[in-house]
């Protein structure tokens, strides 16, 4: 009976809006895969983003997406000592794709801001309506009150900043600057008329400033506006691209990033060197600025981000903190305000990923996968001291960290093998207490999951590439089960030894697991050009549109689990989203021998397609032999050769691959008689806005596989 309720609840989900249409123009409907749990329980945790600190009161927040529902949360200390208590502080409802991120609190932390609605990673974009609202979407800007209370919408925008004041907010609308009362008494007014995309918004802090980047094209400037005066001055203006203003303490000057502009930058190929970037200090009254630090040539030439919310800090005794990667991993460095040599903060040879500066300027606390490569944990440094030390280790991971306001408490975004991510505070180093514990649902399936085990395989070249192996429940039975090999989006990703802190990751680590979950053996495989093991690897020579290096990774992953005594040789598949679509969609055209089946996912099809929407008059025709690398580089060019069925899923409104990709190669497989299904997800854009459109792609991938390389019969039949 209980899988009767899920079959009719899956057939609900997909009938509006699915045809599955396969190569003889034939349908079918789809069926809900069975195991010893379903795709909704493993995607049913509520997944945390925007972990934020309050700048008073030791409080934290966060955003909550509960199978589509997205809320806003907090948590306040209780009593003394570590002690929490954790509520949902809104209220919305229903899997409607309403987006919810960029908090900003208000000085007393007594409010927060944020963005409600649009797609948060293309804001200036026009709005995705996955949900079909006959009146449309908008992206509004809301503020609401910790003590209670519906929360007020301030205007049409996103990316706000509150003043240090408490008084107004700045944020941006139609690529400007506007400005609100927080009181909303008045109409928002755009503060600033210029040219160029407005973004990055930093207020200095005594809050007569705004600083910003207005990108221009083929070059970005930083401006200052200074509210009293109505000025707006630009800081040592040039050709190159400057970005990630940093304030002094004083608000007299203003800190920035600049990059060499070039009309060479390509995409999707390996960069090692670049021309030398610098780090520049302007006076905010005047726009006169100095280079304070140039990277030398050679490695770290070519500027890496890290996942902070600006790339350089001002810290304490006016030390200027910046990521490098001059050994060939991303390292934090400092350097003085005046000048001098830089000093090395995080030696050794691991990545440094995300970075947070304490309140008081004094601490930096980051993840890092330091002796521990496909896992991450917190550390931290005091300016001055310059020695690292380990705030969390073991089996977990831990992510994300920021500063409570007294300075000292540090809040995590933290999983496991089993648990998904969920905000938490580091107690000591041998505990972290998770904020909202009772915020997972009481089904999820966490005692069914299996603990991926590390493997390291070599490519068909050789290269020495890591992976999580998950196995099914009745791995060690003898027989030989069917595999599937994973492969991740980015390409600038790292999948980890546990649920991922990136969403769109962490549903693909739960279809995993959901897969092993049926009998299948699943190898999620790290690719080169992927982050989390140093610059050369993720700067692979001949990737992507130069060559397609990482088929070698593909066919190697294949060739593992080949060779291994539980898997059958003949019933083995591949998956992947994106850039992982992209690889699925290769080792099905050039290696359809291996690869039995695959669910490429808004996959690249045709790198000069992907070129020409990434790069502004981009033409092929004017690099015969770099658009010609790229074509051989593509899917599409080996499609004589690609006999394995294949499912193709994406969203119509996809602002990341186009749609136009899926169309070129499903043509290109029609002509060739190759076996394939589609599903079109009208008015969906890359990363899924709707919960209920995850759990239709996934289960349909399920489903498919299960047909195409046979499910595990013995787990079902025994399940039931």
């Given amino acids: 009976m209980q899988t009767i309720k899920r079959i009719v609840a899956l057939l609900l ?21 069975v195991g010893g749990f379903t795709i909704q329980q493993v995607l049913s945790a509520p997944f945390p983003t925007d972990l934020v600190a309050a700048p008073a009161t030791n409080r934290f927040a966060w955003v909550y997406d509960a199978e589509g529902n997205r809320n806003i949360w907090i948590a306040e200390p209780v009593g003394g000592g570590n002690a929490y208590a954790s509520r949902q502080l809104t209220q919305y409802s229903d899997d409607n794709g309403e987006a919810i991120g960029g908090l900003a609190w208000t000085p007393d932390a007594k409010s927060l801001v944020y963005v409600r609605g649009g797609d ?28 209670g209370g519906e929360p007020k919408k301030i205007g049409e925008g996103h990316s706000p900043a509150v003043s240090p004041k408490g008084d ?20 928002p007014e755009q503060l600033i008329h210029s040219r160029g995309e407005s973004s990055s918004l930093r207020w200095s802090p005594d809050g007569r400033c705004i600083g910003f980047v207005s990108k221009r094209g083929d070059h970005s400037l930083i401006g200052v506006y200074a509210l009293e005066s109505k000025k707006l001055s630009y800081m040592q203006p040039s050709t190159n691209y400057d970005s990630a203003p940093a304030w002094s303490p004083d608000s007299q000057s203003i800190a920035f990033l600049r990059i060499p502009s ?152 933290r999983s496991d093998g089993r648990i998904t991510m969920r905000p938490a505070i580091v107690v000591g180093p041998s ?47 003898g027989s030989r089960h069917p595999a599937i090999a994973f492969f991740h989006g980015g390409s600038r990703r790292q999948m980890l030894l546990g649920w991922h802190d990136i969403d769109y990751y962490s549903n693909a680590y739960g279809m995993n697991q959901f897969l092993a979950s049926r009998g299948y053996v ?5 690719y080169r050009s992927g982050t989390g093991y140093g610059l050369d690897f993720r700067e692979a020579l001949k990737y992507g549109a130069s060559g397609a290096s990482e088929y070698n990774d593909v066919e190697g992953a294949g060739i593992f689990l080949r060779n291994r005594a539980d898997v059958d040789p003949k019933r083995i598949g591949l998956w992947g989203g994106s850039y992982g679509g992209y690889l699925t969609a290769m080792g099905l055209a050039r290696s359809s021998d291996l690869f039995a089946a695959g669910v490429d996912m808004h996959g690249v099809h045709d790198w000069n397609v992907e070129l020409s929407y990434w790069i502004p008059g981009y033409n092929p025709d004017s690099h015969p032999e770099a658009a010609r690398l790229a074509w051989e580089s593509s899917p599409v060019a080996s499609v004589l050769t690609w006999r394995s069925p294949v499912l193709l899923i994406q969203g119509d409104d996809d602002r990341n691959v186009p749609f136009a990709e899926m169309v070129e190669l499903t043509d290109a497989l029609r002509k060739q008689g190759v076996e394939f299904q589609e599903i079109v997800f009208p008015d969906e854009i890359h990363n899924f806005l709707l919960h209920r459109t995850w759990i239709a792609a996934y289960s349909a991938a399920a489903d498919f596989f299960d047909q195409r390389l046979g499910s595990a019969a013995a787990i079902s039949t025994a399940a039931h």
């Fill in 522 to 526: 699943v190898l999620s495989v790290n």
């Fill in 120 to 147: 948060l990673e293309f804001s200036d974009k026009p709005y995705p309506n996955p949900t079909r609202f006959v009146q449309g979407v908008v992206q509004d800007i809301w503020i609401v009150a910790l003590s």
């Fill in 13 to 33: 989900i997909l009938s509006p809006t699915l045809a599955f249409t396969g190569g003889d123009g034939g349908a079918r409907s789809g069926s809900f895969a």
């Fill in 431 to 477: 505990e972290i207490r998770d904020l909202a514990p009772s915020a997972i649902p009481t089904d999820f399936p966490a005692a069914q999951l299996v603990t991926p085990q590390q493997v390291i395989f070599s490519a068909a070249d050789g290269m020495q590439i890591h992976g999580q192996l998950f196995l099914p429940p009745n791995a060690s039975d």
């Fill in 262 to 413: 070039s009309k060479d930058t390509q995409m999707f190929e390996a960069k090692r060197i670049g021309e030398p970037w610098s780090i520049l200090v302007a006076q905010a009254d005047t726009g006169r600025g100095r280079e304070i630090w140039k990277s030398s040539k050679g490695r770290g030439s070519a500027f890496w981000e890290i996942a902070a919310e600006n790339q350089i800090f001002w810290g304490v005794d006016d030390q200027i903190i910046f990521p490098w990667e001059s050994d060939g991993w991303n390292h934090l460095y400092s350097v003085l305000v005046n000048g001098g040599a830089p000093t090395l903060l995080t030696p050794g040879a691991f990545e440094v990923e995300h970075v947070s500066l304490s309140p008081d300027r004094k601490t930096l606390v980051y993840s890092s996968n330091q002796d521990d490569i496909d896992r991450r944990h917190i550390w931290k440094v005091a300016m001055g001291r310059n020695i690292p030390r380990a705030l969390t280790g073991g089996s977990g991971i831990e992510t994300a960290p920021v500063v409570a306001s007294d300075n000292q408490t540090v809040a995590v975004l």
């Fill in 168 to 187: 107004v907010v700045a944020y941006v609308y139609k690529s400007q600057v506007w400005l609100a009362k927080l009181d909303g008494r008045e109409e």
